[in-house]
């Protein structure tokens, strides 16, 4: 502020603060660091507050530089060594397109046959068609994430767990690594994963050969790399990751 009040030579600091873009402008270019731009802009933002005063283009500037900043401290954590290239991503996404291509050939031998009839137990197989068809098309969920996920046609008493139903076709995932900013919502829209995800209807959506739950994230993902050529969910999540971004 005393910076600012210099630089203006405005003795009335009420009309000072009315100059809110002035003040943005004036330090954007007396500072090049962003943290710096980003620290004494929220400098400003402290003055307004306690004089009361609107000061919509500064939040809006103070917002813009946070995003800018974040962006750029996840650049900086990225590990190259877990990165992977277009080439190699492409190669994995279509080797795991191949897998389930010979997954849905396996459980719909014919498409014309009814739903009732369709071998699809909820087993291994299915299972894993499901989970592959939500990897490919919909978002490569975290192993943790998937642990205990039900399947379910009601809301009633899920608030508090990962789950589908099978009536809205959403895949509502309430804790996961980000869930301090809300819950996250997946529509489905595929009909052969609602089919196949309606056989395991008031059961988890993984389960091992015992049919229980995994007792941990990595327990499932040794089943998972066990399947589909000894690469995990992690990997398919790094892949499909570097396609979007490129």
């Known amino acids: 502020m005393k910076q600012v009040y210099h630089d203006f030579n405005e003795d009335d600091v009420h009309e ?15 500072y090049e ?6 620290n004494k802009l929220c400098g400003m933002l402290k003055v307004y507050k306690l004089l009361n005063l609107e000061c919509t283009i500064l939040k809006s500037k103070i917002d813009h530089y946070i995003v800018t900043l974040s962006i750029e ?3 900086k954590k990225e590990n190259p060594i877990d990165k992977k290239t277009v080439e190699e991503a492409e190669e994995i996404v279509n080797h795991f ?5 010979t997954m849905e050939e396996e459980l719909f031998d014919d498409e014309d046959i009814p739903m009732s009839e ?3 137990n909820w087993d291994k197989d299915a299972q894993l068609y499901a989970i592959s068809k939500i990897y490919l098309n919909h978002g490569v969920l975290r192993p943790s994430e998937l642990i205990g996920f039900k399947i379910t046609d009601m809301h009633e008493g899920c608030d508090k767990i990962n789950y589908h139903n099978i009536r809205t076709h959403e895949l509502i995932i309430h804790n ?12 489905i829209r595929d009909v052969h ?5 309606r056989k395991g209807l008031n059961q988890y959506l993984v389960t091992n050969q015992n049919g229980k739950l995994y007792s941990s994230s990595s327990s499932f993902s040794k089943m998972f790399k066990s399947r589909f050529n000894d690469y995990n969910p992690y990997d398919l999540r790094k892949c499909m990751s570097s396609l979007a971004i490129h």
């Open 33 to 38: 660091k962003l943290t710096t731009i980003k």
């Open 193 to 197: 994963l609602r089919r196949v995800l």
């Open 73 to 75: 401290e996840d650049k």
């Open 97 to 101: 397109k191949g897998e389930l291509k």
């Open 176 to 187: 996961h690594k980000n869930d301090r900013k809300g819950t996250k919502n997946i529509e």
């Open 16 to 30: 000072l603060l009315k100059k809110e873009s002035e003040i943005i402008d004036f330090i954007e270019k007396k």
């Open 118 to 120: 369709w071998n699809t």
